[in-house]
């Protein structure tokens, strides 16, 4: 009997210094909880540097002989540009945080998937290849010319081709079913259209 009130007293001791040590007093952030940064991932371990990402599109980031394996512009009659793209989907696992590991599905090994950019009214073409293991697709937000539902097999190619337009910030993602899952899983990216005579882009932030 004593025994049984000497545990229950220590029992009732230790849930109160428990709560204790979690309550926030005077909030400070998270300190009270006892969160924080506990250290960073890298450019290797999640496939892109994000503040590269965000300064790079139509892989402007790679020297200009790997680029060119991944993306080329040609003049066409009317002034615009026939942009061509590469694509490949592939399974990639990447550390979102120090030795968290998320089974991912990449475009190109990255998520978000590389920025496309072109200007109004040019000819956009992406060669795309799926080498994940399930079946995926491209679909672009904005005027596109394929069905969402033209899934693309394990070790198979599509070619989607489709004029820019509108300008605007859109959205492009694999389509496949379950939605929700292909895109939770990495398949999506940013695809920018610029406004016809706006102007050349800015190479630098400065
Ligand atoms: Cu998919």
Redesign the pocket.
């Known amino acids: 009997m004593v025994l049984r009130k000497i545990y229950w007293t220590v029992t009732l001791i230790l849930c109160a210094a428990a709560l204790w040590s979690q309550a926030p007093s005077g909030y400070e952030g998270n300190k009270g909880l006892g969160m924080g940064t506990v250290g960073t991932t890298g450019e290797d371990a999640i496939g892109i540097d994000p503040t590269t990402y965000l300064r790079t599109w139509n892989f402007n980031d790679l020297p200009e002989d790997v680029r060119s394996s991944f993306y080329r512009e040609t003049p066409r009659e009317d002034g615009s540009l026939l942009r061509e793209y590469w694509f490949t989907a592939v399974d990639r696992e990447i550390e979102v945080a120090p030795g968290v590991v998320f089974p991912a599905?990449t475009y190109n090994g990255q998520v978000p998937g590389p920025t496309i950019r072109a200007t109004e009214g040019d000819l956009v073409r992406i060669y795309f290849t799926n080498a994940g293991t399930?079946p995926?697709?491209m679909h672009f937000h904005g005027y596109h010319g394929s069905l969402p539902e033209d899934f693309v097999f394990l070790g198979d190619s599509f070619t989607y081709e489709f004029e820019a337009l509108p300008f605007g910030v859109h959205l492009y993602h694999?389509h496949?079913t379950r939605l929700t899952q292909?895109i939770h899983k990495g398949?999506y990216g940013v695809y920018i259209v610029d406004p016809k005579g706006a102007g050349p882009w800015p190479t630098s932030w400065s």
Do not use: D, E, G, K
């Open positions: 599905w399930r995926h697709t694999c496949s292909h398949l």
